[in-house]
């Protein structure tokens, strides 16, 4: 797994609702809804975290399947990437 670690972007903003997540990228218009799950996981790299150590996170605290949550986190990263909403860190 890889130990590359994201950010937002700069200019994106990230404000938490209950239990889910919007991300905007105000110049584009271009936004990003995240559920419990998703949101827990944007914490985590948010916190600098590494994609194998947010993985170990997800199962730590739900009861998931490590396949699915690895390809689940890096499809997010991709879409979010490809938005222009998350950087290398």
């Keep these: 797994m890889s130990t590359t670690t994201y950010q937002l972007a700069e200019n994106v ?3 938490k609702v209950s239990e889910e997540t ?5 110049e584009t218009g271009q936004y ?3 559920d419990e799950i998703g949101t827990f996981m944007m914490g985590n790299i948010q916190q600098g975290k590494t ?10 605290k739900y009861q998931a399947d490590e396949q699915k949550v690895t390809q689940d986190l ?6 979010m990437l490809k938005q222009g909403l998350l950087v290398e860190a």
């Design 74 to 79: 890096n499809e997010l990263i991709a879409d």
């Design 13 to 15: 903003l990230f404000q």
């Design 51 to 60: 994609i194998k150590t947010v993985v170990s996170c997800v199962l730590e």
């Design 32 to 34: 990003y809804t995240l």
């Design 22 to 26: 919007v991300i905007l990228e105000p």
